[in-house]
């Protein structure tokens, strides 16, 4: 019976600290000791993080990293480990080392640089040409990166076809939107059953700017069924034993293998341009079955169940703001609490992220602000039981009305005079967060940055911004599921109000954009389904709500280029994803 006992190490590196991503996976080496196993891979760039992005055109960043991974081939002899690193040849290269007995047995080089969405590998990293298979303990392992194994005619083909690999260790670094777990999940289980092996697929976890990855590790068996699956938005370690004999036994009654085998005669290069390599690793000591006998018996994996929409998005923006703060050195958080229901939703995700103590609130009442907003906040605080300051703004704003009297030659008020109370809230904000060193986190959602419909300098001053790919629709949902389990957290009556800025009197949002039932659908239609007038009107909508929000997308650019990040949640969300020129004459209108 041949066995192999396969360590997943799911972790948490942070880009560019090399020697603290290094120690990480000592630690993760020692933990895979510890279970006995054969063999310990790490996500893609797990050494220096990813995505690297332009530390990739520093010489120095290389180089620390190529010593990071000198410092780890003594490390673990007698563990097979694959770790994800940048390769220098002769250009650079998204890479994985194999190293075992104290050396390096090969090194693979992704060879499918992804330069669609988020993604920019093209930019930096050279293609490789080799597809290596690693004879190890009598196992054939194909070894990839992430985005190889999207193709069906990838690397892992010709492993496990031309190389007859039976297990594939992918190395991924995987960034999350919604309903990405069941695309990604339903591909991995075809190209296991597809091919007859076992797949064995390390995703990274944590988050990286905008980026949140979530980890959910997988374990699939050759007939394309999940066999381990790892926490999700938490580090992990999977720990499985993988039956090689089953690989053997499936591809008996595969009759679609035999004839691809047939069609692909030795001498015939490959239909992809594709090189197979072979490496073998020489043990360092026997290995005899009795020893792998005497092994502690192995505590699986438990096949975990996957979340739902809301719990994953809930996970992936604590995740994605407990990241974003830590790793950039930040404590504590401040939020402009509104009495709205965004205002809320920021706080009640800082406060799961960061814990309650870390988390400040500010409200800036002016002479719009109801009494029903000051009581909202009040309750919002006592529930999430965080610390409020109230900056009445009422005399600033007059002052300021005062000062440019003149230069506003009496003409009448309007969104100018709006703009400036959230401005002055602004000003109150970043004061705080200069004198305190919190970080201000923004409350704007993507219906509102989709339209502009928030204050440059104003309320989108700050740091981070929390909802910035959360449609306003998905924002009650969230708040809806958030109460479900937390025993009504966002007070009832936040809920149940009608959106307002109270920078007039009696304001609502919807007297200046349509019902978010109808902006959102047509705003993800424009935005991420790249849809024009004709076709998002043939879809019921009217056309002159559709010509009006269209024109507030393409007008906001420049506003949008000017906010602060926020997690990305959805298919295409305003940052990496979204790359429209402000200066643009273009109107599908």
């Known amino acids: 019976m041949r066995r192999l006992r396969l360590g997943l190490a799911q972790m948490n590196p942070t880009v560019g600290d090399i020697s603290g991503n290094l120690a990480h996976i000592k630690d993760m080496i020692g933990h895979a000791r510890s279970e006995q196993a054969d063999l310990v891979a790490f996500p893609e760039l797990a050494l220096t993080g990813y995505p690297p992005e332009d530390l990739l055109l520093k010489p120095t960043f290389i180089d620390r990293n190529l010593k990071a991974l000198e410092e780890l081939v003594s490390f673990a002899p007698d563990l097979l480990v694959l770790v994800g690193f940048v390769d220098r040849q002769d250009d650079i290269y998204n890479a994985a080392a194999v ?11 992704k060879q499918y640089l992804p330069n669609y969405g988020v993604f920019d590998e093209n930019r930096y990293f050279q293609e490789g040409t080799e597809s290596p298979v690693l004879e190890f303990r009598s196992v054939r392992i194909g070894i990839n990166i992430c985005e190889d194994i999207w193709y069906p005619k990838g690397p892992l083909y010709t492993q496990t076809l031309v190389g007859d690999a039976e297990c594939i260790v992918n190395l991924s670094a995987s960034p999350f939107h919604a309903g990405k777990r069941e695309v990604r999940e339903g591909m991995l289980k075809t190209r296991a059953a597809d091919n007859a092996c076992y797949i064995a697929y390390i995703n990274m976890v944590g988050g990286q700017d905008e980026l949140v990855f979530d980890g959910q590790s997988l374990v699939i068996g050759p007939e394309g069924e999940i066999e381990s699956r790892g926490k999700a938005f938490q580090e992990d370690f999977l720990i499985t ?16 293998r035999r004839k691809d085998k047939l069609s692909q005669s030795a001498d ?13 690793v020489e043990e360092t000591s026997p290995v005899s079955p009795a020893a792998s006998r005497d092994r502690k018996t192995l505590r699986k994996s438990p096949l975990l169940h996957p979340r739902g929409k809301m719990e994953e998005i ?25 009495g709205g229901i965004d205002s809320a939703l920021v706080a009640a995700i800082a406060t799961d992220a960061l814990g309650p103590e870390q988390v400040h609130g500010l409200f800036m009442p002016s002479m719009y602000t109801s009494q029903e907003s000051y009581e909202n906040v009040l309750k919002l605080s006592g529930n999430l039981r965080i610390p409020v300051e109230t900056v009445p703004i009422g005399a600033t704003f007059e002052h300021f009305l005062q000062i440019l009297s003149p230069l506003f030659q009496e003409r009448g008020r309007d969104t100018t005079e709006e703009n400036l109370q959230s401005r002055i ?26 339209v502009g419909y928030q204050t440059l300098y104003g309320d989108m001053a700050g740091g981070f911004a929390v909802l910035k790919d959360l449609p306003k629709t998905l924002v009650y949902d969230l708040a809806d599921y958030l109460n479900e389990h937390r025993h009504g957290m966002i007070p009832d009556r936040i809920i149940e109000k009608a959106p307002t800025a109270e920078l007039r009197p009696n304001q609502k949002d919807a007297d200046s954009l349509p019902p978010y039932e109808i902006l959102d659908p047509i705003m993800e239609a424009y935005v991420e389904d790249d849809k024009g007038f004709d076709e998002i009107v043939g879809n019921g909508f009217d056309p002159r709500t559709v010509s009006k929000v269209l024109r507030l997308i393409d007008q906001s650019e420049y506003k949008r280029r000017q906010s602060p990040p926020g997690i990305k949640l959805t298919m295409r969300a305003f940052g990496k994803d979204w790359r429209v020129p402000i200066t643009n004459r273009f109107k599908d209108i």
């Open 99 to 109: 190293l075992y007995g104290g050396k390096i047995i090969g090194i693979y080089r």
């Open 241 to 256: 034993e993988l039956d090689l004999d089953q690989v053997f036994r499936v591809r008996l009654h595969d009759p679609r």
């Open 268 to 280: 015939r290069p490959l239909w992809n341009g594709d090189k197979l390599v072979t490496w073998t």
């Open 314 to 338: 809930h996970e992936a923006l604590v995740l994605g703001v407990r990241d974003y703060v830590r790793k950039n050195q930040f404590q504590e958080v401040l939020i402009g609490l509104s």
């Open 425 to 450: 809230r602004g000003i109150m904000m970043m004061a705080l967060s200069n004198k305190f060193h919190w970080l201000v986190l923004t409350t704007g959602n993507k219906s509102e940055m989709s």
